[in-house]
């Protein structure tokens, strides 16, 4: 994994802390992170139009791997800002880079990378990245 920074990240979005996110050793679950990390790579799908392009033609992303390493705990109450950008990118897929940046403590929390497949869902099988998605899926 590489070492992600919030300025490399072509995409932000902010989330508090919740109290329900924190876990019996009083710090944010590990699993809550993924969450995180589903929420930017969402907000940039829609915003690439990917989503729709999904809807229209049957062709859309499919998480197949991600992975998070953790630099310290979050507590509440906490704003969040989390990043995303593209680090890789082949033929029929492409890796986003993750960060999460805590705004109490002024550092990162968090990097994580997902590993996504261009995915045909009416043929159950991986298709070519399509030609519209490319201009956002330019590597940073």
């Known amino acids: 994994m590489s070492r992600p920074t919030l300025e490399a990240c072509t995409h932000t979005i902010e ?3 919740t109290w329900g996110s924190m876990d019996a050793f009083n710090h944010v679950n590990n699993t809550v992170y993924f969450r995180y990390f589903e929420d930017v790579r969402i907000a940039f799908f829609e ?3 990917i989503t729709s392009f999904m809807e229209e033609h049957g062709i859309g992303p499919i998480l197949a791997s991600t992975q998070c390493r953790f630099k310290f705990p979050l507590t509440y109450p906490d704003t969040l800002t989390i990043g995303t950008y593209i680090s890789e990118r082949s033929d029929d897929r ?3 880079s ?3 940046y ?3 403590h002024k550092k990162i929390a968090a990097v994580g990378e997902g590993l996504v ?3 045909d869902y009416n043929q159950n099988q991986k298709a070519p990245l399509p ?3 490319l201009p956002f899926l330019q590597v940073a």
């Open 98 to 100: 993750y960060v999460v």
């Open 47 to 49: 915003e690439a139009g």
């Open 131 to 133: 030609q519209e998605w």
């Open 94 to 96: 492409f890796t986003m």
């Open 102 to 104: 805590s705004q109490t």
């Open 15 to 17: 989330r508090p802390v």
């Open 117 to 119: 497949v261009s995915y």
